[in-house]
Nanobody, 126 residues
Framework: QVQLVESGGGPVQAGGSLRLSCTASGDTGGSYCMGWFHQAPGKEREWVASIDSDGTTRYSASVKGRFTISKDNATNTLALQMSLKPEDSGVYYC???????????????????????WGQGTQVTV
């Protein structure tokens, strides 16, 4: 089991920046694909970005070039640095899925059902 806790959300003006963090605890010694999902009001949860066990990063077309995902294995922390537009408003969820240590499998994981562990979410308002 892995527990995920997000922080860093809040109000920000369009064109501004925000950095979300997610701290993992529990069985963090395994190999995981870590990611972020966004849920706008009245819409389904959508994949935003992910980082594989080998450090490979992937982004949705809507955030590529504006968001940066990173992780610190020493502190079990996942981060999302964002340069924001109004359409980025909503709740952001940190998520994790077990994957092979060799990497590569994370690229296939884009649906909410592909991920096993979720944080409680943090609100971003632009």
């Amino acid at each position: 089991q892995v527990q995920l806790v997000e922080s860093g959300g809040g109000p920000v003006q369009a064109g501004g920046s925000l950095r979300l963090s997610c701290t993992a605890s529990g069985d963090t010694g395994g190999s995981y694909c870590m990611g972020w999902f966004h849920q706008a009001p009245g819409k389904e949860r959508e994949w935003v970005a992910s980082i594989d066990s080998d450090g490979t990063t992937r982004y949705s077309a809507s955030v590529k070039g504006r968001f940066t995902i990173s992780k610190d294995n020493a502190t079990n922390t996942l981060a999302l640095q964002m340069s924001l537009k109004p359409e980025d408003s909503g709740v952001y969820y940190c998520t994790a899925a077990p994957v092979p240590r060799s990497g590569g499998y994370c690229g296939f994981l884009k649906a909410p059902g592909d991920f096993s562990y979720w944080g409680q979410g943090t609100q971003v308002t632009v």
